[in-house]
Nanobody, 119 residues
Framework: QVQLVESGGGLVQAGGSLRLSCAAS????????MGWFRQAPGKEREFVAH????????NYADSAKGRFTISRDNAKNTVYLQMNGLKAEDTAVYYC????????????WGQGTQVTVSS
């Protein structure tokens, strides 16, 4: 079992930045691909970014490219999402998730952290 706890959300003005953190416990995350997702009010949850087990590769949703950066520190069992140039449409609950290597389904999810961007 892996427990995930997100933090770092809050209220920020458009154009501002936030850094989300996802602290994992229970097992080392070195054998997991880690991802960030978000869900805006009235919308389905959507993929934001994910990063390989060793941090060598990352993928982003088009909406996040050039503005968001995902990173991980396996020594601290933590994953980050640096968000710059925030827009009102980035307002959502952001979730961290863990996926076992060589699988496609995310098995573990955090409870989420609210990000609100005021325009």
């Amino acid at each position: 079992q892996v427990q995930l706890v997100e933090s770092g959300g809050g209220l920020v003005q458009a154009g501002g930045s936030l850094r989300l953190s996802c602290a994992a416990s229970g097992r080392p995350i070195t054998t997991y691909t880690m991802g960030w997702f978000r869900q805006a009010p009235g919308k389905e949850r959507e993929f934001v970014a994910h990063i390989s087990w060793n941090g060598d590769s990352a993928n982003y949703a088009d909406s996040a490219k050039g503005r968001f950066t995902i990173s991980r520190d396996n020594a601290k069992n933590t994953v980050y999402l640096q968000m710059n140039g925030l827009k009102a449409e980035d307002t959502a609950v952001y979730y961290c998730a863990a996926r076992r290597l060589l699988t496609t389904r995310y098995d573990y999810w955090g409870q989420g952290t609210q990000v609100t961007v005021s325009s």
